[in-house]
């Protein structure tokens, strides 16, 4: 049977101390928070009464109970009063010198079966813990920010940690609510492990000018449901916090995707820091504001000056999800839309398919019978290329394969008038090879819409070397004008998702094929810890693993980064079939 803590210490009164504080204390444990000055006691009881005063405003404490709550608070300078302690948990700085010599001068203090933790993010548990007398009772315990509202910890055993001492600290974890997840001692546990090398590469985008910090947000915030862009979520944690996480990883992995970005170095010398210091990659309309404000970095229209080109008719080519998805955008936006395929059955089919999204609509309410009519109205079925001729657009999004796409574009160019835009949909490969199959290079823009292209609001404009502005201006304009959000960038593999999002999900691959944890522990790391609407595994197997194989292969081969190699675990089940939800079995089995 588990053992009860009854009086818990905080060490750092910071915004994580805070919180842990707090959360100890809704609890009803007895909390002794220590911090080294009385500067620092005012600003972390300044940190907790904040949180309980809109706890109570929002009618989730009261009065009472908030000073009751605050009653079991006591504060202090002296570790010495940490004496009495069953549990204390560090939450100071993240430097592994700092923590080890804090261990060294608790332990002394403490009876000999008190349990030391620390809240570390990624510094090694077990180079803290031989500084003390007890490392088998030395833990990690990793609470996220905000600890008042965020249920995943990370309980970090090493190689010593008694096994006693994992079973008593997940049964405190618990009773405070939380979920805790066991895992060994390795930089940057599960999440952060998973978390800052997308942050690091999401910088690296922004240093090479590939794209401007708030197409970067909006990407990942429209084209994969995150609740923050990963700029933001920098200014979030505080640059310095992330640098010494990554540099911390670094070390331990010497993995190049895990070193920091020079940006980041020199952001921190130049002293912005985030939203603490009022200034990181945006500006704030004070330290620790959430607001942002416009500065020299924010961008003005590309496209002021640049007339579009007029869109009345638009041709798509293709019959499968993402065409169909595109052909009901258009058409429900008062387009006239010509549906190519390659038999009239097909075509038929795919008009089939746009009925029946229609149809659903009605059904939800959504839509009315009559707006369902004028859009099937405006939809035109095609089997010929030279239907396409008096398009002012046309979309491809035939199979994702280089050559097909190219004889279509080729095909296009034989019979589409003058002046037409030619948009390929592909979601990685090189739009300018779709390009060169033309005599009209300037004419050709990438537009990926994401999948479902009636639901998913963004769009990646992807502009080549010999993509006219005006073609760019016609694009953006068209996505906007069907309630799109548009980002813009280079043609580069991946564009923006896809190259932040598949190297994530072969890291989580990698990391269960190292049994570091199960598939289920990442999953719920990544959505309780990080506020991801899917785990890793679980969007996985939604895409399809053949698909994310072949999107991975493609990252590969373009940027020749060994951190970027396919999981060998990824392709294996490709090879065995297992290709996610669509085959019944992936990384788990679906009935």
């Known amino acids: 049977m588990a053992r009860e803590f009854n ?12 919180g842990i504080a707090e959360v100890l204390a809704r609890t009803g444990l007895t909390v002794k928070v220590v911090d080294i000055d009385d500067a ?5 009881l300044g940190h907790l009464q904040h949180s309980t005063e809109r706890a109570v405003a929002r009618g989730k404490l009261d009065a009472a109970a908030k000073a009751e709550l605050l009653g079991r608070i006591s504060t202090s300078t002296s570790i010495a009063d940490l004496a009495d302690c069953d549990l204390v948990i560090e939450a100071i700085p993240e430097h592994v010198e700092l923590k080890s010599r804090l261990f060294a001068e608790i332990d002394k203090i403490l009876g000999p079966d008190a349990i030391l933790a620390s809240n570390t993010s990624s510094l090694s548990i077990t180079e803290i813990g031989v500084h003390t007398g007890r490392p088998g009772k030395v833990v990690g315990l990793h609470f996220f ?23 008593d600290v997940v049964a405190f974890v618990e009773r405070l609510g939380k979920s805790p997840v066991v895992i060994g001692d390795r930089a940057g546990f599960i999440a952060n492990a998973l978390l800052f090398p997308y942050l690091n590469h999401a910088v690296k985008m922004l240093e090479a000018r590939y794209a401007t910090r708030e197409d970067l947000d909006a990407a990942m915030r429209y084209g994969c449901g995150y609740p923050m862009g990963p700029l ?10 992330a640098y010494e996480i990554l540099d911390t990883m670094y070390h331990q992995s010497r993995n190049r995707l895990h070193a920091p970005a020079p940006l980041l170095k020199q ?17 704030y309309d004070g330290p620790d504001s959430p607001n942002v404000v416009a500065d020299t970095q924010t961008p003005v229209s590309s496209e002021e000056g640049v007339q579009a080109r007029d869109v009345q008719r638009v041709g798509v080519i293709g019959t499968g999800t993402m065409a169909t998805g595109i052909v009901e955008v258009f058409a429900k936006r008062g387009y006239d839309v010509v549906l190519r395929a390659r038999s009239l059955e097909k075509a038929e089919g795919a008009l089939a398919k746009v009925r029946k999204s229609l149809d659903r609509a009605v059904s939800k309410g959504k839509l009315s019978e009559a707006d369902r009519d004028a859009t099937l109205a405006r939809i035109s079925p095609a089997v010929e290329f030279v239907e396409l001729a008096d398009c002012d657009l046309v979309v491809e999004a035939v199979a994702e394969e280089l050559a097909i796409k190219k004889e279509v574009f080729a095909a296009l160019d034989e019979v589409c008038k003058p002046g037409a835009v030619l948009a390929t949909t592909t979601s990685s490969l090189p739009v300018i090879e779709c390009a060169a199959a033309t005599s009209r290079p300037g004419d050709v823009v990438g537009l990926h819409f994401f999948n479902p ?17 005006d073609v760019v201006a016609t694009a953006r304009k068209i996505c906007l ?17 896809n190259a932040l999002l598949f190297p994530y999900l072969n890291d989580a691959v990698k990391m269960l094929e190292a049994h570091y944890a199960e598939a289920d522990d990442i999953d719920n790391a ?54 996610g939800r669509k085959t019944g079995k992936g990384f788990r089995d679906y009935s």
Not at 232 to 241: E, K
């Open 7 to 18: 009086t818990v210490g905080v060490v750092g009164l910071g915004t994580m101390g805070a």
């Open 40 to 44: 620092g006691l005012a600003r972390g």
């Open 145 to 167: 920010n905000p600890t008042q509202v965020l249920k995943l910890v990370e309980v970090v055993r090493t190689v010593v940690t008694e096994p006693d001492v994992i079973t």
């Open 232 to 241: 933001a979520l920098l200014d979030l944690i505080g640059l310095d916090t």
């Open 267 to 283: 952001m921190i010398t130049a002293g912005l820091l985030g939203r603490k210091t009022g200034r990181g990659f945006y500006t």
């Open 453 to 469: 292209a009636q639901v998913m609001k963004l769009v990646e404009i992807v502009e080549t070397i010999s993509t006219g502005a």
């Open 481 to 497: 004008d069907l309630g799109k959000v548009p980002v813009h960038c280079g043609d580069v593999a991946g564009f923006i998702v």
């Open 526 to 579: 990544m959505k309780v810890g990080c506020g991801l609407p899917m785990g890793p595994f679980e969007l996985l197997d939604v895409v399809g693993l053949d698909v994310s194989l072949a999107i991975e292969r493609t990252l590969y081969l373009e940027f020749r980064e060994p951190g970027f190699s396919p999981a060998p675990l990824l392709e294996h089940l490709v090879t065995a079939g297992r290709l």
